[in-house]
């Protein structure tokens, strides 16, 4: 499928309820396939947290939003967090002020070069501007360097101050300023 028409027969929208199981499901299989990233039964809480990306839509100002085809398939998922307190990661990013972020960006391998991700990442850097945010703060890993370019492609830039390393993991922080 050509990248023009994906984008025409995607929406991007707030997932429901009823696609949450789905969609934890979509995001252990991505994370779980990418090489170099550790492995279910190396971070059972992780893909935990993976499988029922559902639940942190309870926390104040966390959307899991969709990109849905027109036929109803998701091909995509991301968590975006309006308020940095509840993003949920180590290092220092939940003392940001006046930021959003996201995390857990999703795409389905059938899907994957055709956007879906570009456009899920527009839609929480929307969300930031709408609600008058300074900068949109994300992390990222090395097993996830193709993300990298698509960040820095749209405005994103390396923050050290906001890496860290969880259980042996090293975790890179990426900031988009906005104006």
Not at 55 to 72: C, I, M, N, R, Y
Not at 79 to 97: N, R
Request: hydrophobic share 35%; proline share 3%.
């Amino acid at each position: 499928m050509e990248n023009k028409t994906m984008r025409t027969q995607l929406i991007i929208r707030r997932a429901h309820p009823d696609e949450y199981q789905e969609i934890g499901q979509l995001m252990v299989q991505v994370y779980s396939n990418l090489d170099g990233f550790p492995k279910p039964d190396e971070r059972p809480r992780y893909y935990k947290l993976l499988a029922n990306v559902g639940d942190l839509t309870a926390k104040p100002q966390a959307e899991l939003l969709a990109a849905v085809s027109t036929e109803g398939i998701i091909l995509g998922a991301v968590v975006y967090f309006g308020d940095m307190q509840y993003y949920g990661s180590g290092g220092t990013a939940t003392k940001e002020k006046n930021a959003g972020g996201f995390r857990l960006l999703a795409v389905n391998p059938e899907a994957r070069g055709q956007g879906v991700g570009k456009l899920l990442i527009n839609a929480c850097i929307d969300k930031a501007r709408e609600t008058k945010r300074e900068q949109v703060v994300i992390h990222t890993t090395k097993a996830m360097q193709t993300a990298w370019k698509m960040y820095e492609k749209l405005g994103f830039e390396r923050s050290d101050d906001l890496d860290f390393e969880q259980e042996g993991l090293e975790v890179f922080g990426f900031r988009l300023e906005l104006s």
